[in-house]
């Protein structure tokens, strides 16, 4: 069977080439997703060709998602296949980190090790092929940062147009640089996230531009392979909870997606469970969690969180997700400001840090380990989705106890950890070093 997009409601399902330039059902504006047949052969055998492509010098096979394009089978060939060697995210043990979460042990996935720092760059390198296929010469996509410098980066590597839409004054800077940096036409738009989407979802349809927000179906595949690399650096011993922060949600789409379909071609026995963690100011996903009725979302009109990356008011894969945490028997959690910072910092102190949004990862495992719904021995993989330098600006003011909540709440800068100014004297620095 080729390819197809389907729509994701149930009491739908409807089907579409996969060449189509649809964003939404045609008939019910439902999500789609990619849909294929289960690749051929035997388990067992993909499993040693994918560890055997970790020694090639072939750009697909040092592709971390490309690696395992038998999973991802929606293009018919690969021609069109930009790579900037992103995946092979490391995973990470963190001992501090475990004990200030209240677990034995933790790992990290950690995606900010991707060429622009992000976990979006597993989705780009797909949703880029598609473009490309399809013959696109421009791509746009709204977002809070990391969207938009990978689809810049990728978008430009192939030679296309990147035009990206981000919110005014309300990314992170190191992101803005990098979409200038790679080339992209930088909109900063006087709205918030939700706002802009809805504008540019027009102005795609008028000016015949390709978008690549992660509604594309085809960023979600490039995304899964998040969860086959993880599984694969496992020896596919699948962990008890896969914890990650939710935004658009996306991602929890994505691993939903992938674990599902590695369990249904017999590459793993069970499924993880998925626990979801959203910043408090903008947990709309958590509500819709709580609510007894989870036929509709309400949306939060002004979200608020310093974590920038997951701002974000009316998830548009909300349904998606709430089919992955169900299906999974996860849950979702939501966090505090105060939480978020403290996590980021411990986090830091493991060596290697990570942009706040992923910080809410610990800061939720802290909280379920308390509440109980995760156990002390539970087997923990956390997704610490970008990279430290994404926004030094926060680091900076928390080290020097500067960091304000966005109601303008200083928060408890308990690990701070402030740089000193002194003068080039030998004596001076000797003695404030104890000596
Ligand atoms: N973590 C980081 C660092 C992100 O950039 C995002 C989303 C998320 C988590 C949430 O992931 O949306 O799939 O639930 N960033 C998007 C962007 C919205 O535009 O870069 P999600």
């Given at each position: 069977m080729p390819a197809e997009l389907a729509c994701f409601e149930e009491r739908c399902r409807a089907r579409f080439p996969?060449?189509?330039?649809?964003?939404?059902?045609?008939?019910?504006?439902g999500l789609l997703e990619a849909v294929y047949a289960a690749p051929e052969g035997h388990p067992a055998d993909w499993k040693r060709m994918w560890r055997d492509r970790?020694?090639?010098?072939a750009p697909l096979d040092q592709s971390g998602v490309w690696r395992y394009r038998e999973l991802i089978?929606?293009?018919?060939?690969?021609?069109?296949v930009v790579t900037l060697r992103e995946g092979n995210t490391p995973l990470l043990d963190a001992p501090r980190a475990a004990q200030y979460g209240g677990l034995d042990r933790i790992t990290f996935k950690h995606q900010g090790f991707n060429p622009t720092g992000s976990f979006k760059d597993n989705g780009m390198t797909c949703g880029v092929a598609q473009a490309m296929r399809l013959g696109a010469r421009r791509v746009a996509c709204v977002s809070t940062g990391n969207t938009s410098a990978s689809m810049a980066a990728y978008a430009s590597a192939a030679g296309l147009d990147p035009v990206i839409f981000i919110p005014h004054g309300n990314i992170s800077f190191g992101k803005l640089a990098q979409a200038l940096e790679y080339g992209a036409r930088t909109f900063q738009v006087e709205a918030n996230f939700d706002q802009i989407l809805a504008l540019v979802r027009q102005l795609a349809e008028r000016l015949g531009i390709y978008l690549l927000n992660s509604i594309n179906p085809f960023r979600i595949e490039g995304q899964k392979t998040i969860m086959a690399e993880m599984l694969d650096q496992r020896d596919?011993?699948?962990?008890d909870w896969v914890v990650l922060p939710g935004g658009n949600l996306g991602n929890v789409s994505a691993f939903g997606k992938g674990l599902r379909e590695l369990k249904a071609f017999g590459l793993i026995g069970r499924l993880p469970r998925l626990a979801v963690v959203q910043a408090e100011g903008s947990a709309p996903f958590y509500d819709l969690y709580r609510?007894?009725?989870?036929?509709?979302l309400n949306a939060v009109t002004h979200p608020e969180t310093l974590?920038?990356?997951?701002?974000?008011?009316?998830?548009?894969s909300w349904p998606k997700g709430l089919h992955e945490v169900t299906t999974s028997g996860g849950v979702v959690e939501k966090v505090t400001e105060q939480e978020i910072a403290d996590a980021k910092a411990v986090i830091g102190r493991c060596g290697f840090g990570c942009e706040p949004a992923s910080a809410a990862t610990l800061a939720g495992i802290r909280k379920l380990t308390a509440a109980g719904?995760?156990?002390?021995?539970a087997d923990v993989v956390a997704v610490?989705?970008?990279?430290?330098?994404?926004d030094p600006d926060y680091i900076h003011r928390y080290h020097t106890g500067t960091l304000n909540a966005p109601d303008g709440t200083p928060l408890r800068c308990t690990f701070a950890n402030p740089p000193v100014v002194v003068s080039a004297d030998a004596e001076r620095i000797a003695a404030l070093l104890g000596n």
């Open positions: 996969v060449t189509e330039i649809i964003y939404n059902c045609p008939r019910c504006g970790r020694t090639s010098n089978g929606f293009l018919d060939d690969f021609r069109h596919w011993r699948v962990p609510a007894t009725d989870r036929s509709h974590a920038t990356a997951i701002k974000i008011g009316d998830p548009i719904t995760i156990a002390a021995g610490l989705t970008g990279n430290v330098l994404k």
